[in-house]
């Protein structure tokens, strides 16, 4: 909970909702060069919030640090990434099942606000 109160967009949501999330999270480590999530690993099942570290998605400039989430655009999409997601560092991320993210989604609409950002600014 410290951490999610520390984060936009989860410092914002109504405490259930945070409360919710918390429970639901698993977190997962990957070290420095560990493939987090490539295209053969298939449709999108889970959110990625990084707690610690940088995951960075190869062959472009993106990256993600501590306090982002990943990859909205394709979990919401239902599609596989275009390509691997490479922990930069030792990176500690908490992962969102995908049921679970779309119960919080329809329940939270700060939570469903920061989502349809997301996915908006991926496709600008």
């Known amino acids: 909970m410290q951490f999610l109160n520390r984060h936009e967009p989860y410092k914002s949501m109504l405490p259930a909702h945070q409360e919710y999330l ?8 990957y070290a420095k060069g560990e493939t987090v999530l490539q295209p053969s690993d298939g449709p999108v099942d889970r959110l990625y919030i990084i707690k610690y570290g ?13 306090g982002d989430s990943f990859p909205l655009y394709w979990l ?11 922990a930069q560092k030792t990176t500690i991320c908490f992962c969102l099942h995908k049921q679970d993210f779309e119960y919080l989604m329809q329940q939270s609409p700060v939570f469903h606000r920061y989502c349809m950002q997301g996915i908006h600014s991926a496709n600008e």
């Open 76 to 86: 919401l999409e239902g599609v596989k990434v275009p390509a691997p997601l490479t």
């Open 54 to 66: 940088l995951v960075h998605l190869e062959r472009t400039d993106i990256s993600f640090g501590a």
């Open 22 to 29: 918390a429970m639901h999270l698993e977190q997962v480590f």
